[in-house]
């Protein structure tokens, strides 16, 4: 049974894994044996990951990409798999949101959502399935949200793209099963993160509605999904596939 959460000779993909939930995921893994590849777009960001991540005694591969590019997370997967020589767990992490009303989206702002939350979830999948299968244990960890069930007035292309990502990682859970790849979802709740404080800054209220409505009652931090994260990416889940974990603290089940 102690085996269930060992990572060790595995090699993990973060995109987006330079801070917030991200470098928290990236974290996780590193503490459980896995070697990590993180990318985000900024590369302020990108030293500071790969400074804590040396903590966890591997050198981490940090990688520069902007997920909106489409040549982009290919190219994520291949340098990975230069560097490692093999790929197991991808978590496409990576997001954006422009918050207005349905009405006001501009086509591309509405285009920018979808492309980097949804179509560069599956651009990266697909360019990893090789390699996932390859491993014998590929593992897929997508993050959606709470919006993945959820809608509100401010975030249309999110919510859809949110909603867009569990249905894929459901088709994928039954493509590639044969494959010894498993495909989840993770649904985080309202996370106090860069983006968050961004949202609570635009959206009046927000931070006593999140509150008032939360079972825990509290925001939630990125550590809060470590755990789900390991489990996920280990052998331990070995039998998960298909599923959309929320990581709410009960969010969507309160009236």
Same mark, same amino acid.
């Given at each position: 049974?102690?085996?269930? %959460?060992?990572?060790? /000779? ?9 801070? @917030?939930?991200?470098? +928290? ?9 896995? =070697? ?23 050198? #981490? ?17 291949? +340098?990975?798999?230069?560097? %490692? /020589?093999?790929?197991?767990?991808? &978590? ?20 920018? &959502? ?6 560069? &979830? ?28 959820? +809608? ?10 949110? @909603? *867009? ?5 459901? =088709? ?15 649904? #985080? ?37 470590? =755990? ?7 052998? *331990? =889940?070995? %039998? ?16």
């Amino acid at each position: 049974m102690h085996d269930l %959460f060992d990572l060790e /000779g595995t090699v993990a993909l973060v995109t987006g894994g330079n801070g @917030g939930i991200g470098l +928290a995921m990236a974290e996780a893994l590193a503490a459980h044996g896995a =070697a990590v590849a993180v990318a985000g777009r900024d590369e302020t960001k990108n030293a500071r990951a790969a400074a804590v991540l040396r903590g966890y005694g591997r050198e #981490p591969l940090v990688l520069r990409g902007d997920l909106a590019e489409r040549e982009v997370p290919a190219r994520l997967v291949a +340098a990975t798999v230069a560097h %490692f /020589g093999r790929l197991d767990v991808v &978590v496409a992490n990576a997001g954006t949101n422009i918050r207005k009303r349905p009405e006001d989206y501009t086509e591309e702002e509405f285009a920018h &959502v979808l492309e980097v939350d949804l179509v560069s &979830v599956h651009r990266l999948c697909v360019a990893a399935r090789p390699h996932l299968r390859a491993s014998g244990r590929g593992r897929i960890l997508v993050v959606g949200s709470i919006m993945s069930h959820l +809608a509100a007035p401010f975030n249309a292309p999110y919510c859809a793209a949110k @909603g *867009g990502v569990v249905q894929l990682v459901r =088709a994928y859970a039954t493509a590639w099963a044969a494959d010894g790849i498993r495909a989840n979802a993770v649904l #985080p709740g309202w996370i106090d993160t860069d983006l968050t404080r961004h949202a609570r800054r635009e959206v009046p209220g927000l931070h006593e509605k999140v509150i008032a409505r939360t079972p825990v009652g509290r925001w939630g931090e990125p550590r809060d999904l470590a =755990a789900v994260t390991v489990f996920l990416a280990g052998p *331990g =889940a070995d %039998f998960v596939t298909g599923a959309a974990i929320p990581v709410d603290g009960g969010y969507l089940v309160a009236a």
